[in-house]
């Protein structure tokens, strides 16, 4: 470290809640801590405390922290080269084209947008199923798909939605796993596709279930409407399978992906199945002066191959169950442990996950609250069985505080 850094630290270590506030839109409200680096499945604050990160930037660190092949991967990207537009290509975004395509089991014919984040991947699909049939989507009832108007609409949150007037988009909400509900909706002859999350995340980690699934692919097809899994937070690996989808063997006609894809480099994808849902859009309908540069296209590239080199997704598969079990059994307070993999959701019989998330920060741990009785963790597919026991046997003393 060099001294102008460790002057810049000391400096600014006591005094970021008001260079905070004085500096930033206070869209996020008052930020937990001022975070300074992080190594492995740890990251430090700028006073120096360490933190067992289970959150993973929001299910996006999939290799943590500084992991080397990432570095070394975004470090000879960023020396070769960094953005050149979409008016070219580059050997990055063709090969993280192909490896999508292949990971996703697609059909001939499918094809990849590249973008920046999970909303502008949404914002895509939305754009290709109104592209093809002017209508309706319909989305389900606790759905998050992004905070941009048109991905918004499809956010199920009234109090996301309600300050910005009319939705973007005509969008109807049907209640998960109910069937005949979206069957009625679908019947009315006026829909352009249908958003399902294969695991909701922002409502507590809550999967919809294979034969849920199986009956949207269904009826989707029968009245000729795509149907659209978003596996923006589920997706790559996070449920130990590269989509979580796959586990009810089915073929969507648009996925959508971000978060761990770029392993924390901003980056997100669209691929649509077959040839006739990709010739529906057509050149200058759509775009994006960042998406797909090869900067990104690198950094996800090596998370990829770093999934399948450390053979993470049977560590995570493995690390997962146990997490489950474990968790279950540690405090009369825990219900249920929802969720597969790296995304799991703890739930309590009382609304403690927020006062958890605090007591849980001080002792050294960071988790988030998905709703105020669940806890949501979505750690790094590299977290070690040690560091995970670590937390696990942290928290029935957690919770008796919180409780007390």
């Given amino acids: 470290m060099s001294e102008g850094m460790t002057m810049t ?13 004085n500096g930033l839109l206070g869209v996020f409200g008052s930020p937990q801590l001022c975070l300074d680096h992080g190594h492995g499945c740890v990251v430090v604050d700028s006073d120096g405390k360490e933190y067992l ?20 991967a975004v470090r000879y990207q960023a020396e070769t080269l960094a953005h050149v537009s979409n008016f070219f290509t580059t050997r990055p975004q063709l090969d993280l084209a192909e490896k999508l395509l292949e990971l996703a089991k697609t059909p001939n014919g499918s094809a990849v947008f590249l973008s920046n984040s999970g909303a502008e991947a949404n914002e895509a699909a939305i754009k290709i199923c109104l592209a093809r049939k002017s209508g309706r989507i319909i989305a389900l009832d606790h759905a998050f798909h992004g905070r941009t108007l048109g991905a918004l609409s499809l956010t199920h949150k009234v109090a996301y939605r309600q300050p910005f007037g009319p939705s973007a988009v005509d969008v109807t909400f049907v209640a998960p796993e109910d069937s005949d509900a979206l069957a009625g909706e679908l019947e009315k002859g006026d829909v352009a596709g249908v958003f399902v999350e294969p695991v909701q995340g922002e409502v507590g980690v809550v999967p919809l279930s294979d034969e849920y699934l199986q009956h949207v692919r269904q009826l989707t097809a029968f009245h000729d409407v795509l149907m659209v899994v978003d596996e923006v937070q589920c ?20 996925m959508t992906m971000a978060k761990a894809l770029g392993g924390g480099f ?47 997704l049977t560590h995570v598969r ?30 309590f019989d009382s609304d403690i996950a927020a006062d958890l998330v605090v007591a849980a920060r001080e002792a050294g741990f960071i988790v988030n609250a ?16 040690a560091e995970a ?11 008796d505080v919180v409780q007390a």
């Fill in 9 to 21: 630290r000391q400096q600014t270590s006591g005094d970021w809640q008001e260079r905070y506030r």
């Fill in 53 to 72: 990160d289970l959150l993973g930037g929001i299910a996006v660190n999939a290799l943590g922290y500084a992991h080397p092949a990432w570095v070394e």
């Fill in 235 to 254: 997706g790559m690996g996070r449920t130990g399978r590269w989509f979580a989808h796959q586990r009810a063997h089915i073929t969507p006609d648009i």
């Fill in 266 to 312: 901003p980056i997100g994808a669209t691929l649509t199945f077959g040839p006739d849902v990709s010739g529906i859009l057509t050149a200058g309908q759509h775009g994006s002066t960042f998406g797909g540069n090869p900067l990104a296209c690198a950094a996800a590239l090596a998370v990829i191959s770093t999934i399948e080199s450390d053979d993470l």
């Fill in 318 to 347: 493995q690390i997962g169950t146990a997490m489950s079990t474990a968790l279950r059994e540690s405090h009369p307070s825990v219900t249920q442990v929802r969720g597969s993999g790296a995304l799991l959701g703890v739930q």
């Fill in 370 to 385: 998905a709703n105020p009785s669940t806890l949501r963790l979505a750690p790094p597919y590299i977290l070690t069985n």
């Fill in 389 to 399: 026991q670590t937390f696990i046997d942290a928290l029935p003393e957690l919770i």
